[in-house]
């Protein structure tokens, strides 16, 4: 059965079978991404870093809808927890409502800012870089609303304890891009050769398509609870609350964004091979993340229904078991990527200057990860919880209170060393910060 009966089955069984579709689908992602570089490093050094600076950009935006779905998380999750199903059902809509419109008016947004967005980060020391960077942020920005839709699709399935749904929506999605990815890029047979501009036109065929299946599902006669038309009229009440839990989660998401938008400047500072470098450090560290954020997800979804149920003891059961795996796995992990930092980044690009530039990203990085991943285990806690307050101003502190001052020193002084030091000393600062949040805030007190 691909929904989890939370408050009925044994926390360490809910935890995994929660957790393994949203590793999958979410290493799939970066999988894709890895496939994406692959093939966009074909074309050249170059063409490679356009989606690497305008990435941050681009999921600034897209951070506005996680962050409403993670108000999605707490609110549904807490109704599933209480079995009240109409208002789960009321909650989604509303839900839809908000992170809809808000899809269309980002995309408007980022599309009449283009020209100074992209000059703004790639700046005048590397105008080469613009023209691919301008191409591939137009076409993906044009596709936002499609994801806001599958994002709050797939976290209102998670919420209710059905996290498979999310991983088939992604497989579907990336395995078109990946179809589409050469195809479009190099214009094999009856296709264009579109460069970087593939990439992300490749992106948006997927997306449609998983969006299209979602939306079908919550209006059909399978879906576990049946979103209705009705559902979708406004409710002031709703909206204030998806609001007063969602803006925080979204600003924290969108100011953190922007803030690795503002490192990408820095890390520009330094050349193409170092923004490669960095680019695939990113890639492939988000991959070994991808079990941190599976355990993370399980525990939003498992600690917002056990609180929507008044049982606090199996919140923080959750919590503490979660934590337990996640360091032991990602442990193991990262000396996997310290050991084979050379082989992993020619994977990508066999320049020289890049090997070696990335060799000294994964020696750097790699130590700070067990600790730093673990901080999404207590952040996600907080998100179950409804907290989202408290998650803003861990993620704001991590970017603009720690990492980018350390880095606007340490870049003029260490050189591009001084961004991976920055990185580290802000990974594990914010951990310590966001476990006292948990440990000592009002985090048991409901939402609805």
Same mark, same amino acid.
């Given at each position: +059965?691909?929904?989890?009966?939370?408050?009925?089955?044994?926390?360490?069984?809910? &935890?995994?079978?929660?957790?393994?579709?949203?590793?999958?689908?979410?290493?799939?992602?970066?999988?894709?991404?890895?496939?994406? =570089?692959?093939?966009?490093?074909?074309?050249?050094?170059?063409?490679?870093?356009?989606?690497?600076?305008?990435?941050?950009?681009?999921?600034?935006?897209?951070?506005?809808?996680? /962050?409403?779905?993670?108000?999605?998380?707490?609110?549904?999750?807490?109704?599933?927890?209480?079995?009240?199903?109409?208002?789960?059902?009321?909650?989604?809509? *509303?839900?839809?409502?908000?992170?809809?419109?808000?899809?269309?008016?980002?995309?408007?947004?980022?599309?009449?800012?283009?020209?100074?967005?992209?000059?703004?980060?790639?700046?005048?020391?590397?105008? *080469?870089?613009?023209?691919?960077?301008?191409?591939?942020?137009?076409?993906?920005?044009?596709?936002?609303?499609?994801?806001?839709?599958?994002?709050?699709?797939?976290?209102?399935?998670?919420?209710?304890?059905?996290? *498979?749904?999310?991983?088939?929506?992604?497989?579907?999605?990336?395995?078109?891009?990946?179809?589409? %990815?050469?195809?479009?890029?190099? /214009?094999?047979?009856?296709?264009?050769?579109?460069?970087?501009?593939?990439?992300?036109?490749?992106?948006?065929?997927?997306?449609?398509?998983?969006?299209?299946?979602?939306?079908?599902?919550?209006?059909?006669?399978?879906?576990?609870?049946?979103? @209705?038309?009705? %559902?979708?009229?406004? @409710?002031?009440?709703?909206?204030?609350?998806?609001?007063?839990?969602?803006?925080?989660?979204?600003?924290?998401? =969108?100011?953190?964004?922007?803030?690795?938008?503002?490192?990408?400047?820095?890390?520009? +500072?330094?050349?193409?091979?170092?923004?490669?470098?960095?680019?695939?450090?990113?890639?492939?560290?988000?991959?070994?993340?991808?079990?941190?954020?599976?355990?993370?997800?399980?525990?939003?979804?498992?600690?917002? *229904?056990?609180?929507?149920?008044?049982?606090?003891? %199996?919140?923080?059961? $959750?919590?503490?078991?979660?934590?337990?795996?996640?360091?032991?796995?990602?442990?193991?992990?990262?000396?996997?990527?310290?050991?084979?930092?050379?082989?992993? $980044?020619?994977?990508? &690009?066999?320049?020289?200057?890049?090997?070696?530039?990335? %060799?000294?990203?994964?020696?750097?990085?790699?130590?700070?990860?067990?600790?730093?991943?673990?901080?999404?285990?207590?952040?996600?806690?907080?998100?179950?919880?409804?907290?989202?307050?408290? $998650? +803003?101003?861990?993620?704001?502190?991590?970017?603009?209170? &720690?990492?980018?001052?350390? &880095?606007?020193?340490?870049?003029?002084? +260490?050189?591009?060393?001084?961004?991976?030091?920055?990185?580290?000393?802000?990974?594990?600062?914010?951990?310590?910060?966001?476990?006292?949040?948990?440990?000592?805030?009002?985090?048991?007190?409901?939402?609805?």
């Amino acid at each position: +059965m691909a929904r989890v009966d939370v408050l009925n089955e044994r926390i360490e069984y809910s &935890i995994f079978h929660l957790a393994w579709p949203l590793i999958i689908s979410n290493s799939f992602q970066t999988i894709y991404n890895i496939v994406d =570089s692959y093939f966009l490093g074909k074309l050249g050094p170059i063409q490679f870093s356009a989606s690497t600076v305008t990435w941050p950009v681009i999921f600034t935006f897209i951070s506005l809808a996680m /962050g409403f779905s993670q108000a999605g998380i707490a609110i549904v999750s807490q109704y599933a927890g209480k079995k009240d199903v109409l208002g789960v059902r009321k909650s989604s809509g *509303q839900l839809y409502l908000v992170t809809i419109i808000t899809g269309l008016l980002s995309t408007v947004l980022g599309l009449a800012f283009t020209k100074p967005i992209i000059y703004g980060i790639v700046g005048s020391k590397n105008p *080469q870089v613009i023209p691919y960077a301008i191409s591939y942020y137009v076409v993906d920005i044009i596709g936002l609303p499609l994801v806001f839709i599958l994002n709050t699709t797939t976290s209102i399935m998670r919420a209710i304890g059905d996290s *498979q749904f999310g991983m088939r929506m992604i497989l579907y999605m990336n395995v078109i891009n990946m179809i589409f %990815d050469p195809l479009l890029i190099f /214009g094999i047979g009856p296709f264009p050769r579109l460069g970087v501009a593939g990439a992300a036109w490749a992106s948006n065929i997927g997306r449609l398509v998983a969006a299209a299946i979602s939306v079908n599902h919550v209006f059909s006669e399978r879906a576990v609870v049946r979103i @209705e038309r009705n %559902d979708f009229k406004p @409710e002031w009440r709703m909206i204030s609350l998806i609001l007063k839990l969602g803006l925080p989660s979204a600003i924290g998401m =969108s100011v953190t964004s922007a803030g690795f938008a503002v490192i990408m400047k820095y890390v520009a +500072m330094f050349g193409p091979a170092v923004i490669s470098a960095y680019g695939i450090g990113n890639r492939v560290t988000n991959l070994v993340s991808m079990i941190s954020f599976g355990l993370a997800g399980a525990v939003s979804t498992m600690v917002g *229904q056990f609180i929507g149920a008044r049982r606090f003891e %199996d919140a923080e059961r $959750t919590v503490r078991t979660a934590f337990f795996w996640n360091v032991i796995i990602i442990g193991f992990l990262s000396i996997l990527t310290f050991a084979y930092a050379k082989q992993v $980044t020619k994977f990508f &690009i066999n320049d020289p200057e890049v090997i070696k530039m990335g %060799d000294i990203f994964f020696k750097y990085i790699s130590f700070s990860m067990p600790i730093f991943t673990s901080y999404m285990i207590y952040n996600n806690a907080l998100v179950g919880a409804g907290k989202t307050v408290l $998650t +803003m101003i861990g993620d704001i502190l991590r970017l603009w209170g &720690i990492r980018i001052p350390i &880095i606007a020193v340490l870049a003029t002084t +260490m050189g591009f060393k001084g961004i991976f030091v920055g990185m580290i000393i802000s990974n594990l600062i914010v951990f310590f910060v966001t476990y006292a949040f948990f440990r000592f805030s009002n985090w048991k007190k409901a939402v609805v």
